[in-house]
């Protein structure tokens, strides 16, 4: 693992409620929907999430920025695999066009949540992750980076087309009750070019 110096540092269970705002920041509000539909009666949704972020949390998983007050910014991702995902016929509707995506992108660090406080984007953090991310790839012997954006977030689009992301391939949105004006995914994928000592 990369050594992480202050204000980065790996998420513990302590960060799960704003771990779970993040991840519905970037998520674009559909982890809550997801959740919701996860909730038992009377559960509140948003502790199904916490309980998402807390599992993460203990892999080591995430990396947060916390500049002494809690996260306010964090980073998820994984690497994907050389073999396609199947996509069965009982496959969730809503997920299909994005893990059609993924399968798009087989060989790559995946950016699966990237997320910062509205109050402090502008800072660089996004960069900052980003950079982490690909350091982390590049020491995984990753020759690429990919990520999927909904269509209308463009100050995500804007970030990673900044970082060298282009658009690899999009599908439609599929919103299975989900209200959204999302209307497609868009895959990014950037090259890291050759692995060192390669």
């Given amino acids: ?3 992480l110096g202050p204000p980065l540092r790996v998420a513990s269970e302590a960060d799960a409620s704003e771990l779970a705002e993040l991840v519905n920041f970037a998520g674009e509000g559909l982890p809550l929907y997801i959740w ?6 009377g559960q509140d949704p ?3 999430g916490r309980a998402r972020q807390i599992e993460k949390a203990r892999e080591g998983q995430i990396v947060v920025v916390d ?3 809690g ?3 964090s980073l998820t991702g994984y690497p994907i695999g050389s073999e396609p995902k199947l996509i069965g016929d009982d496959f ?3 997920f299909r066009p994005l893990q ?3 399968n798009k992108a087989l060989e790559s660090w995946y950016v699966n949540v990237l997320a910062c406080y509205p109050e402090y984007r502008g800072q660089g953090l996004g960069s900052r992750l980003l950079n982490l991310a690909e350091q982390i790839a590049r020491q995984e012997a990753f020759r690429r980076m990919s990520v999927i954006v909904a269509n209308n977030n463009a100050g995500a689009r804007r ?10 391939a999009t599908l439609p949105c599929v919103k299975d009750g989900w209200e959204t004006d999302t209307e497609h995914w868009v895959l990014l994928i950037k090259s890291l070019g050759p692995v060192e000592g390669r």
Avoid: C, S, T
């Avoid at 970030?159 to 690899?168: D, F, I, K, P, S």
């Fill in 71 to 73: 996260a306010v910014a």
């Fill in 46 to 48: 948003w502790e199904v």
């Fill in 159 to 168: 970030l990673y087309e900044r970082h060298g992301y282009e658009v690899a």
């Fill in 92 to 94: 969730p509707a809503l």
């Fill in 100 to 102: 059609e995506l993924e």
């Fill in 36 to 41: 919701e539909g996860l909730a038992k009666d």
């Fill in 1 to 3: 693992m990369i050594q």
């Fill in 67 to 69: 500049f002494g007050d």
